[in-house]
């Protein structure tokens, strides 16, 4: 980090070790993509370059629930889907996060049917709800930073008998969009 450059070298610092815990926790989410649709295209972006989630420390996406504390639903989940992603929320490490990402894993979006739950939070406990159809990255962007935030805070909320409550947090839109059709440039100065 280049801290070391800007510190003399016989200097120490103090701090509390659960501000240090959380600093590195909130520093270091590894995301559990849990993408069955068109949601999970926008996820895969906000990894790419041009949003680069690693600015955030939470571009390291774990394919084992074992290593990873934020799952991130994207996409619409069916009936019969649902017991295996509960499966993957009961072996991800504590303390553990959960983001429900666009209208179809919050609500069941357009697919009101029989066939597909209309809503995880039926189901798993949801810290965050990232709205859209399909949400852009930087609004899942300030999903994982709300989520960030609370790390920070040392600020986990518990039932009195300890028991982790979903935070259910709702992220609003931040991204204005531009008028259509957008004027051409190619080829233009
Ligand atoms: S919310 Fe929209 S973009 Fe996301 S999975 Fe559902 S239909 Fe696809």
Known sequence: MGIESALPADMFLTTKLNNVINWSRRSSLWPMPFATACCGIELMATASSRFDLARFGAEVMRFSPRQSDLLIVAGRVSIKMMPVLQRIYQQMTEPKWVISMGA?????????TYAVVQGIDQFIPVDVYVPGCPPRPETLIEGIMAIQRIVDEDNIPRDPDGKRLPLQIAVAPTHTVREQPVPLTVGQN
């Open 104 to 112: 179809c894993a919050s609500t069941g979006g357009v697919f009101d």
